[in-house]
């Protein structure tokens, strides 16, 4: 349905009247009006819940017999949902009756609905999949999603979506194309973050520290005890959490320690990590046998808009360690953990999972060996 001033103007009116009944003349541009009118105490209702509530006496329309339940109201429902009424205006007014505040919502469709043909209802609508019968005219569909029924509308937005002040839409891809500082999916976020050291992350309006920096702007100079690293390959420092978060906190954890949550970028480094972390099992230093604690975020996620897994630090992996099936979430299972139940390769999992998780820390000042000797 598509709204029209008129209508809302011919609704206005009627509301102003603070009668249920007698719907006013109107003009000859419209000859077949449908009305609904709802009236409740001031304040208790807003026109949403008016709409809701018209909505609902769908329960009570018995589509076959075209007949409302038995002592039930169902003539709102029907006249909000004819097919054919593909214009429509709303008002309302408050009014004073009896010494009490009371508020009218009225809408005024056209064509209006609700005609009888010998005394039985003409059927609202044909029975079928939603949208199915549009005319040329009303070449879009629009379908919420708390509702099972659909209108056919002529889409002027088919994205369906808004940036805001401060974005543009792309129409094609249906995607928000942020001012400078705002972020978020629909530019809705404001965004003045200054990453003295470290990479801006738009998407999440944060700073990603490099190693060695660490703070809300990555300003603190933050020096890492090399020496109580878990695995050190090829001069970079793994630490291995004994606690377990979300893959967020996890990655929160990790930058307050002046890290950044482990990237794995070569076979070398996979085999010692799965090989590091299956000991840990056998030597019985996974003290939670739960099976989210044997898993272990890694700060690699999958980006919608990028339609891509990314490294937190923005890289897309050149190497990749995925198990058979994997990955198989995106779109749910945006955030990649080691999974124990697939000797540590790699699984898309749900980002709020409580995973214990691996920072990884940089180069140690001088490397003595590649590997720590594995602590008992």
């Avoid at 300003?219 to 090399?226: L, Y």
């Avoid at 793994?238 to 950044?260: N, P, T, W």
Wanted: aromatic share 12%; glycine share 8%.
């Amino acid at each position: 349905q598509e709204w029209n001033e008129k209508l809302a103007l011919l609704a206005k009116e009627r509301a102003a009247s603070c009668h249920t009944d007698s719907p006013p003349q109107h003009s000859s541009s419209f000859r077949h009006v449908g009305w609904n009118t709802h009236l409740s105490a001031y304040g208790v209702t807003s026109f949403s819940d008016a709409i809701h509530s018209w909505f609902e006496e769908g329960k009570d329309f018995l589509y076959l017999s075209g007949q409302c339940r038995e002592n039930a109201t169902c003539q709102h429902y029907t006249q909000l949902v004819w097919a054919s009424s593909g214009h429509v205006g709303c008002a309302s007014q408050l009014c004073l009756r009896e010494g009490d505040l009371w508020e009218m919502f009225v809408c005024a469709y056209y064509p209006g609905g609700n005609w009888e043909v010998n005394g039985q209802l003409v059927m609202p609508y044909k029975m079928g999949l939603y949208c199915s019968l549009c005319t040329s005219s009303m070449s879009g569909c629009f379908r919420l999603w708390d509702h099972v029924d659909g209108l056919c509308e002529i889409p002027k937005n088919p994205c369906r979506m808004s940036c805001g002040q401060h974005g543009h839409l792309n129409i094609s891809s249906c995607k928000c194309t942020c001012d400078p500082g705002f972020t978020g999916r629909l530019c809705q976020v404001r965004c003045s973050v200054q990453c003295v050291h470290g990479r801006f992350k738009e998407e999440e309006c944060s700073c990603l520290c490099d190693v060695g920096y660490g703070g809300a702007e990555c300003a603190e100079k933050v020096q890492f005890p090399f020496h109580s690293c878990d695995v050190m390959i090829d001069g970079d420092c793994f630490m291995v959490s004994s606690e377990a978060d979300s893959y967020y906190g996890a990655k929160s954890h990790c930058q307050e320690r002046a890290g950044i949550l482990a990237q794995i970028h070569n076979q070398k480094v996979q085999d010692i990590l799965a090989f590091y972390l299956s000991q840990l099992e056998t030597n019985n230093e996974v003290t939670n046998s739960d099976f989210e604690t044997r898993n272990f975020w890694i700060g690699l996620t999958y980006k919608p808009l990028k339609d891509s897994f990314r490294w937190d630090t923005g890289e897309i992996p050149r190497f990749s360690s995925f198990a058979f099936g994997q990955p198989d979430n995106q779109g749910f299972g945006n955030c990649v953990e080691l999974q124990a139940s697939s000797a540590f390769n790699w699984n898309d999992q749900r980002c709020k999972t409580q995973n214990r998780y691996i920072c990884l820390h940089g180069k140690a000042p001088s490397v003595t060996g590649w590997m720590k000797v594995l602590r008992r």
